[in-house]
């Protein structure tokens, strides 16, 4: 076969060219030129896309990268520093590691129990039952609502020193505390507000398990594998895609949070900069503390990290996500 | 009314007076209208605030353009949170407006970027500023410039749920009070009502400067004249948290849960939820009114109770009045400033709105209006100002603090947070304190 294959290529490369064959190639290469020369109409529409991707993405990145090296305080020009701002991150600056320390802690929490979660709803979900689509909108409307202001603030509510979850731990006699303003629980709450985010995960997992072939289940069930077996022999391999899939997106996702965190602790990232999640602590350093420079410089090592982590991700998933041959 | 309508008081204000409070600001921030253009003719006024503010400032505007109508006025408000987030991104964008209201805590910062306008030349032409004392225009002068008209006389005190008092059979301490005497009534209302009610909200972390006032009995400054520096010994920090760490061991004051939770919310406030009777948050009577029930009155911060002992209070400047540099209108901006500070109508409109009026004149022309929480409060303010009048051995007011002032201000805050959960020692935490504060100030 392999012969075979060489002996074409080699006849292909050896073939004399004819006269005719010369005349036609001439006429394809006269069509596509006029193609390439007229075709201005397409770029015409693609225009706006171009806009925006020139306009709202390649220059502000630029921009930031820019002013990551400079001492820009957003009311006065920006004056070259160098690479002053990334070395007193890393350096001299304590708040950025506590704001490190918080957000590594949110997404190595947050998203293997929110994945599991999306994973174990997904696989209740995928039934036929009766008013199934009923449930399946309930269980993703906490997608559609959560990133919104609002929940965070009833979220400061529900457990707060005198809130709800308070209440409800009162019935089993067991005394709750301030959880918001604890040190030690405040990020907790931020991480199970993400959790309870599970939807759009959820229904990715959905639209897996939908497409697992049928006939794989049927003999294992004449096999007379068992339930727990047949998750983790079948259902698990047969999703790894999907899971790596979500397993990217969530962990960028989770870098990125902002508004939980600054709603949940009035802006301050406190007590004690427990919630100070990156993206809050940048926000704060260019826009209250008017360091727009040093915040460009987070704002580049938030993206590097990301770029790492999803790096990390693609190498690890060569070893345990397995596609269809 | 608060006098000391310093930033973070409306900070509290304005995140707390809403339960939706993140939520109420950001509908705000976007019904106040575009971002202050200079497209349109307009001249562009912005302030922060609660709606009794608003619509005192808008009663007051429109009486000012009736007899100006040369003058047209856009004015867009909002509460305090964000307020200067988009100040600066209009300043950046080159969109700032042509007035704005000030904040005494953040004036030298803008005056020394170079964002504000001086505007010393107008001073006894189109701004009269007949009757402001020496004292309060130094809350607007930088560098020995005038960049913003104050709108009152502001004071730090502490605000009192006097009804709770008398219901625990405690007198309202006298106004000559020492710190001995916050931690004794403060332990007594903790002993007399079996434990439910501290005495003090926990004012270790400095909330509204009441640490500024201490440093100050000691004849020492919170910033060094120049802002580069803090003004304070080690020592005199050290002091202040050894007597709040025995307030709460005392229970004179709660624990760090409901310190921490007040953070940022004046909801939260103790006093607000019934767990003190004495805050230093003055905000609990704000710029809105009150938020309790409680009849409230007013005291100074307490004295100096050690060897030396100086006066440590003062007045301010309650907020500003000032005209951006890049404006081309700020002659017309004046004459709005010299309006607030001296037409009646206007003064008449605003009340205490602003704190307590700047002059004389002023102060007796709303004297027969007010509330008689607010009587209480002015008379309070009066005191203070006169035995600050009349201390021989008073520093002088303090200058507009620096840029980083704010983050100073939050790091004593949590530094005071973190020895009261346990997390640090004193000592471990102001070595930490200071290692930090200069690198804020420094770079």
Not at chain 1, 126 to 147: E, M, T, V
Request: glycine share 10%.
């Amino acid at each position: 076969m392999t012969t075979a294959k060489t002996d074409e290529v080699v006849k292909e490369q050896s073939a004399p060219s004819t006269p005719s064959d010369q005349r036609e190639r001439d006429r394809m290469r006269r069509r596509l030129a006029r193609r390439r020369g007229g075709g201005w109409w397409p770029y015409a529409f693609l225009a706006p896309w171009f806009v925006g991707l020139f306009g709202l993405t390649i220059y502000p990145m630029l921009a930031s990268l820019y002013l990551s090296f400079t001492n820009f305080d957003l009311l006065t020009p920006a004056q070259w520093i160098g690479l002053d701002n990334y070395d007193k991150m890393f350096t001299d600056d304590p708040v950025f590691w506590d704001s490190v320390h918080a957000t590594l802690l949110y997404v190595l929490v947050s998203v293997p129990l929110k994945l599991a979660l999306a994973l174990g709803v997904a696989m209740l979900l995928n039934r036929d039952l009766r008013g199934i689509g009923l449930y399946r909108a309930a269980f993703y409307l906490p997608s559609l609502l959560g990133g919104a202001v609002a929940i965070a603030i009833v979220w400061r509510q529900v457990f707060g020193g005198d809130g709800l979850f308070n209440d409800f731990l009162a019935w089993f006699g067991i005394k709750g505390q301030d959880w918001i303003s604890s040190p030690d629980t405040a990020l907790y709450t931020l991480i199970l507000l993400a959790v309870w985010q599970f939807g759009t995960p959820m229904v990715i997992f959905l639209a897996g398990l939908k497409q697992l072939p049928k006939d794989v289940y049927e003999a294992a069930a004449i096999d007379g594998v068992t339930p727990v077996t047949r998750f983790f022999k079948i259902t698990l391999p047969l999703l790894t895609p999907i899971v790596f899939f979500n397993v990217v997106l969530q962990i960028i996702d989770a870098f990125k949070t902002f508004t939980p965190a600054f709603v949940i602790s009035n802006g301050s990232g406190g007590p004690l900069n427990s919630t100070m999640l990156y993206s809050l602590y940048l926000y704060k350093k260019g826009f209250t503390d008017l360091q727009m420079g040093y915040a460009s410089a987070l704002a580049w090592v938030l993206f590097l990290v990301i770029a790492g982590f999803t790096a990390v991700n693609f190498i690890a998933s060569r070893y345990w996500v397995h596609y269809d041959d | 009314m608060g006098h000391q309508i310093s930033r973070r008081t409306l900070f509290r204000s304005a995140s707390g007076i809403a339960v939706a409070g993140a939520l109420g600001t950001s509908l705000s921030a976007c019904s106040g209208g575009t971002g202050a253009g200079s497209t349109s003719s307009d001249l562009t006024m912005i302030w922060w605030g609660s709606d009794d503010r608003h619509a005192a400032y808008k009663k007051a505007l429109a009486t000012f353009q009736k007899k100006n109508p040369k003058i047209k006025i856009r004015e867009t408000y909002s509460g305090y949170d964000g307020y200067f987030d988009k100040f600066n991104t209009n300043i950046a964008g080159g969109s700032a407006p042509d007035l704005l209201q000030m904040d005494t805590a953040l004036v030298a910062q803008y005056a020394r970027k170079g964002v504000l306008a001086p505007i010393d030349s107008y001073v006894g032409k189109s701004l009269d500023l007949t009757g402001f004392s020496k004292t309060l225009l130094a809350a607007g002068t930088v560098d020995g410039k005038l960049y913003g008209v104050p709108s009152g006389i502001g004071v730090n005190q502490l605000t009192v749920n006097r009804s709770g008092l008398e219901k625990l059979g405690l007198k309202l301490p006298d106004r000559e009070w020492t710190w001995a005497d916050l931690k004794k009534i403060s332990t007594d209302v903790y002993k007399k009502s079996g434990g439910k009610i501290y005495g003090v909200d926990d004012g270790g972390g400095g909330t509204l400067q009441c640490f500024e006032i201490f440093a100050r009995e000691h004849g020492e400054t919170f910033f060094s004249p120049d802002g580069k520096k803090l003004g304070f010994t080690a020592a005199t920090l050290q002091e202040w948290w050894e007597y709040w760490a025995d307030m709460r061991k005392a229970n004179a004051c709660p624990p760090p849960a409901i310190t921490s939770a007040a953070h940022n919310d004046l909801t939260k406030n103790a006093v607000v939820i019934g767990k003190a009777l004495f805050t230093f948050d003055s905000g609990v009577y704000g710029a809105g009114g009150s938020i309790t029930d409680a009849q409230l009155d007013f005291l100074p911060t307490p004295q100096g109770d050690f060897s030396g002992a100086i006066e440590g209070n003062f007045v301010n400047g309650g907020v500003l009045l000032s005209a951006t540099k890049a404006s081309k209108k700020v002659a017309d901006s004046v004459k709005i400033m010299s309006f607030f500070a001296q037409d009646a109508t206007a003064i008449k409109d605003m009340q205490l709105l602003r704190g307590i009026p700047p002059t004389d004149k002023a102060r007796k022309l709303i004297a027969s209006g007010l509330t008689e929480t607010d009587k209480l409060n002015m008379e309070n303010a009066d005191y203070i100002s006169q035995r600050v009048g009349k201390a021989s051995d008073a520093l002088e007011a303090p200058a507009p603090p620096p840029q980083g002032a704010d983050q100073i201000w939050d790091l004593l805050f949590q530094s005071n947070l973190a020895v009261a959960f346990g997390k640090k020692s004193i000592k471990a935490q102001l070595g930490e304190f200071f290692d930090q504060s200069a690198g804020i100030l420094g770079g």
